[in-house]
T-cell receptor, first 114, second 112 residues
Framework: KAGVTQTPRYLIKTRGQQVTLSCSPI?????VSWYQQTPGQGLQFLFE???????NKGNFPGRFSGRQFSNSRSEMNVSTLELGDSALYLC?????????????FGNGTRLTVT | GENVEQHPSTLSVQEGDSAVIKCTYS??????FPWYKQELGKGPQLIID?????GEKKDQRIAVTLNKTAKHFSLHITETQPEDSAVYFC???????????FGTGTRLTIIP
């Protein structure tokens, strides 16, 4: 089975711009979660989608949004980029919605905001 | 909400020695505790997990222990090898077992 695919791998944006990141989950996985990884902060939960519905949301401002399509692929969008949004954004898919359902992570999208 | 603290943030160990990483959690209702390993340039990968009805679990050179009373759990790696060098994350489930809260990570370096 192919793993979780995230595109693009690297992005450089300017403050004030917006960005869209894409995630293709493992075939058959209907749950997709997004995390922000920064040095010292670890993995911060952004949101989780299941069957095109947002199930959980972390403590991020409304500039961070996401969606899931009928084929389980997911996108996240960040509007009005700030320097502090520079981070590695990880997508993870899992076969179920329980916390105990193993997360399968992609290799991430490295976003740099200048 | 759940708060997970992880220590140390960095750890250097001589090859062949053991490494121990510790995590504490705040929500006494948490019942699932996984550990993820993140190699350079890759996403985290689940390496071992433990549920609250078990005190210890082993898988070859790695083991996890859980102390529910003290609300802490630990990852133990024995006979460390260079390929063990990575960042390790602990996590704990929330009350409704809906999502995980991750620790801030430990960068483990194995010295040849």
């Amino acid at each position: 089975k192919a793993g979780v695919t995230q595109t693009p791998r690297y992005l450089i944006k300017t403050r004030g711009q917006q960005v869209t990141l894409s995630c293709s989950p493992i075939s058959g996985h209907r749950s997709v979660s997004w995390y922000q990884q920064t040095p010292g902060q670890g993995l911060q939960f952004l949101f989780e989608y299941f069957s095109e519905t947002q199930r959980n949301k972390g403590n991020f401002p409304g500039r961070f949004s996401g969606r899931q399509f009928s084929n389980s692929r997911s996108e996240m969008n960040v509007s009005t980029l700030e320097l502090g949004d520079s981070a590695l954004y990880l997508c993870a898919s899992s076969p179920g919605t329980e916390a105990s359902s193993p997360l399968h992570f992609g290799n991430g999208t490295r976003l740099t905001v200048t | 909400g759940e708060n997970v603290e992880q220590h140390p943030s960095t750890l250097s160990v001589q090859e062949g020695d053991s490494a121990v990483i510790k995590c504490t959690y705040s929500d006494s209702a948490s019942n699932y505790f996984p550990w993820y390993k993140q190699e350079l340039g890759k996403g985290p990968q689940l390496i071992i997990d433990i549920r609250s009805n078990v005190g210890e679990k082993k898988d070859q050179r790695i083991a996890v222990t859980l102390n529910k009373t003290a609300k802490h759990f630990s990852l133990h790696i024995t006979e460390t090898q260079p390929e063990d060098s990575a960042v390790y994350f602990c996590a704990a489930s929330n009350l409704n077992n809906e999502k995980l809260t991750f620790g801030t990570g430990t960068r483990l370096t194995i010295i040849p």
